[in-house]
């Protein structure tokens, strides 16, 4: 059988990436433009900013790609490319590259939802087996999708208002940190005591979440301090909100293999870079007797590596655009 090489173009957000990758399960070559140095002066990306270094980065990180590949174009057999969702303006700049090399070379121009793209990061680490329940958590996402073959996606439950990665940013904004303030908050929580008492987000029976109260009342609870002259100590604050939102993930998540009787799960997006989210992942499926998997570091942010992997599933599952395809800043994952 011939073996099939996808590019994947990202530019959903801040980060220009080009890739190209084997049978949807072996990555070639990687380029990935980073732009945190020049939002961190702003505390979080600005969309302007961000799409005009996308016009600028995507030509070279393309051309750099194909370079490291040792490729040319003619070996390439589709282009996969992230329409959506993100911000409107990055993701114009990527889907129009991708059509200018699908309309050049007449190669097939295959769209990729963004979180496909996060969820398919794991197929490079190994083969995906189903039924499976995907728990995508990033900047933007927090679901539970539940798949019952490849590009099958039924979404069971997701947040009702912040997005987990969102909140931890914003939690991080409060103390102080340097944007991106995730990781940190991650970090500071791992050598602190949870001695901040926290709501729970929303205790209820769905696959639902919520995490703007969780964030609200450590803003209430860091203002409430500061007025009263009291030091907040950042360490102590972060294990004592990492710990409930970790919670609240962990207590969804079991509901849903539970219910369903799913004994295969993968964590997706950024926050699966998160080390409590992944000690407590792998309590829980030990005590379940679930596989589980988790995508390396350079995986789990945004990367073309990713879209290109879902990009040949897609293909495999008859999917693609022609020169009319345009970008989404939102769209339902189906």
């Known amino acids: 059988m011939k073996d099939t ?24 070559a990687t380029i990935i433009s980073s732009q945190i140095d020049i939002h961190k002066d702003y505390g979080g990306v600005v969309p302007e900013i961000a799409s005009r270094n996308h016009v600028k980065n995507v030509t070279f990180v393309i051309e750099e790609c194909l370079e490291k590949a040792k490729m040319s174009m003619d070996e390439i057999d589709a282009i996969a490319i992230t329409y959506g969702p993100g911000l409107i303006g990055s993701l114009l700049v990527g889907v129009e590259a991708a059509k200018t ?19 398919y990061a794991n197929s490079l680490v190994k083969e995906m087996k189903f039924p499976l329940l995907a728990l995508v958590v990033s900047g933007g996402h927090t679901e539970l999708i539940k798949m019952d073959k490849h590009y099958s996606f039924n979404k ?11 909140c931890y940013d914003k939690v991080a904004r409060v103390i102080n940190l340097e944007y991106p303030g995730g990781p940190k ?44 002259g009291n030091p907040i100590i950042k360490e102590d604050l972060a294990a004592s909100f990492q710990k409930v939102a970790i919670s609240e993930i962990i207590n969804k998540t079991k509901k849903a293999l539970e219910e369903g009787n799913i004994k295969n799960l993968i964590v997706a997006g950024g926050v699966a870079a998160n080390q409590g989210l992944r000690e407590e992942v792998e309590k829980m499926c030990s005590e379940l007797n679930v596989e589980y998997t988790f995508p390396p ?6 990367n073309a590596a990713m879209i290109a992997a879902a990009g040949y599933f897609a293909m495999l599952d008859n999917r693609s655009a022609d020169l ?11």
């Open 5 to 28: 090489y996808i590019l994947g173009i990202e530019s959903s957000c801040d980060e220009t990436s080009c890739s190209i990758v084997k049978n949807g399960c072996e990555e070639i």
């Open 101 to 119: 090399l699908s309309f050049i070379y007449d190669k097939p121009l295959i769209p990729v939802h963004h979180i496909a793209g996060h969820i």
């Open 297 to 302: 570091m350079k995986y789990c942010t945004d």
């Open 156 to 166: 069971l439950g997701g947040t009702l208002d912040d997005a987990i990665g969102e």
């Open 185 to 228: 908050v991650d970090k500071l929580a791992h050598i602190g005591k949870c001695s901040y008492k926290l709501p729970v987000p929303l205790k209820d029976d769905s696959y639902n979440f919520s995490f703007s109260g969780l964030k609200s009342a450590v803003i209430n609870l860091v203002h409430n301090e500061e007025q009263r």
């Open 324 to 334: 009319s395809l345009n970008s989404k800043s939102t769209d339902k994952l189906q």
